[in-house]
């Protein structure tokens, strides 16, 4: 996450969360303590100036959160020209202090994001994150009254960088992009840990579609180019070796700092459609106005695409190239309804609605050209039969 990044964040929760004053400097507490230190480039020993550096606490046994953060900044402030800071009125406690820099190994592009997603609560993501990333972690004890020196170093990062264009040699402009590490048991990972629901990698492609994705780890990746969209999941994907699935797509190996230039892709512009319709109820033809619809590969079912349907009951997926793929409408429901058959001298029954849930449902396409008017209906579940039939 770049320090431009971090600071937009920290400006959007300020505008609902009073509780930002913890990124800003305070006074001096006698009833709290201080931390000061200085962050150093660990590849040319200078100082890193305007770095931001974070102090996150060390878990409880007993804590609740949910921060949705597994490396959430309890303080936060940023470095000067000698790059040294310091933070006043800091709750006594045990610490883990971190720094970011654009160009140096940042925590948020180097976690397993799969592996943090599948952690039960904030705490166990909190743990994990702290043990992937203990090497680049200073602890830090804060005392009542107490000034506490630290030294933070931070290391260079790896970068991948080329150009996206048309295959009429047009620049794409605009266009996000998504990497895929590969695991040290063997699979891959997606690269990045999105934050309120935005971009796990927030580098777009300029005027002349040049990008270049930094503060990355050493390893072998997949790069890939998103479409346009309001979100990553519904994005559609060309991806190294100008092919829409990572898992055909070619792979690059990146050494701790290296630059890595030139990793081009190309977007055809023909063969690609867009894949859209209705999902309504089938008593009576509403549409359904909550549920998720998934575009996945009809081989092995791997997500090609994912949405929220409309309020309408609509869907649209943009730019699907051809193939066969299968459909899944998964999580529909109406909104609360008064139960029908309430009667009405029981108005505890007739005042309180209840929500009409539907059964999952797979359609399978096989895309060729435009599929503008998909009709999907659904049904509640079957009833469940009674005990002993």
Known sequence: ?????????????????????????????????????????????????????????????????DDGDPLPAQES??????????????????????????GYLDPALDLDAA?????????????????????HLTEVAVHVHRSTEVTIQVERAAEIGGTVSFDDGSPAIGMHFQLFQKAEKGGWTNVGLPLFDTWSIHTVSDGHGRYNVTNLSAGEYVVCALMPSDKEDDAARICLGNVFRHKDAATMKV??????????????????????????ALADGHPLRQGAVHLLFADDKEKAR????????????????????????????????????????????????????????????????????????????????PRGQ
Request: hydrophobic fraction near 40%.
């Open 306 to 385: 994912a949405l929220s349907l409309e309020p309408d009951g609509s869907f649209a997926f943009e730019y699907v190239p051809e193939g066969k793929y299968i459909l899944r409408i998964s999580g529909a429901k109406d909104e609360e309804q008064k139960d029908p058959a309430a009667s009405p001298s029981d108005a505890d029954s007739a005042s309180k609605p209840k929500p009409v849930v539907y059964a999952d449902k797979e359609v399978p396409l096989t895309v060729l050209d435009n599929m503008d008017d998909i009709q999907v209906q659904l049904a509640p579940p079957p009833a469940d039969k």
């Open 1 to 65: 996450m770049s320090r431009l990044h971090w600071l937009c964040i920290l400006s959007a929760l300020c505008l609902f969360s009073s509780a930002c004053n913890k990124h800003q400097a305070k006074k001096p507490d006698p009833t709290k303590g201080t931390v000061t230190g200085i962050v150093l480039c660990a590849d040319t020993g200078k100082p890193a100036r305007f770095a931001t550096v974070n102090l996150t606490p060390v878990p409880k046994a007993d804590e609740k959160s």
């Open 77 to 102: 402030t940023m470095t000067d020209l000698d790059g040294r800071f310091r933070m006043e009125a800091v709750e006594p406690g045990h610490y883990f202090a971190f720094a970011i820099l654009e």
């Open 115 to 135: 592996k943090i997603r599948s952690l039960p609560n904030d705490r166990e993501r909190r743990l994990y994150a702290i043990d992937q990333w203990k090497e």
């Open 255 to 280: 050494h701790p700092g290296e630059i890595a230039s030139g990793v081009d892709i190309v977007i055809p512009l023909n063969g690609l459609h867009t894949v859209a319709g209705i999902v309504s």
